[in-house]
């Protein structure tokens, strides 16, 4: 069974970079047949999808943080990591990472989510 489990600190200063890894066990992240994903969901709103990594490596991401968001794998870790930079207050969320098959609707696991405050 996978399980993801994410990691990084809790509280960001504005205008500095986010930065979160998921842990991945029970799965390569390099299996074909899924995706690697980051969400978060802002305090009294819903889930928002921030990217992608799939198994070659390439990576898509949600226009509105485009220009913001990286994502990123270490392989021999079974890693993937999430970096938002210039991050301001409204980017204070629980942010999950989570795997979807390929093709699929639904993400079929989740990690836990981890708080981050954006605050000076």
């Known amino acids: 069974q996978v399980q993801l489990q994410e990691s990084g600190p809790g509280l960001v200063k504005p205008s500095q970079t986010l930065s979160l890894t998921c842990t991945v066990s029970?799965?390569?992240?390099?299996?074909?047949?899924?995706?690697w994903n980051w969400i978060r969901q802002p305090p009294g709103k819903g889930l928002e999808w921030m990217g992608v990594?799939?198994?070659?490596?390439?990576?898509y991401y949600s226009p509105s943080l485009k220009s913001r968001t990286v994502i990123s794998r270490d392989t021999p870790k079974n890693q993937f990591s999430l970096q938002l930079s210039s991050v301001t207050p409204e980017d204070t969320a629980v942010y999950y990472c989570a795997q979807k098959a390929v093709g699929g609707t639904d993400f079929a696991s989740w990690g836990q989510g981890t708080q981050v405050t954006v605050s000076s």
């Open positions: 029970g799965e390569s992240i390099t299996t074909s047949y899924y995706s």
């Open positions: 990594i799939a198994v070659d490596g390439s990576t």
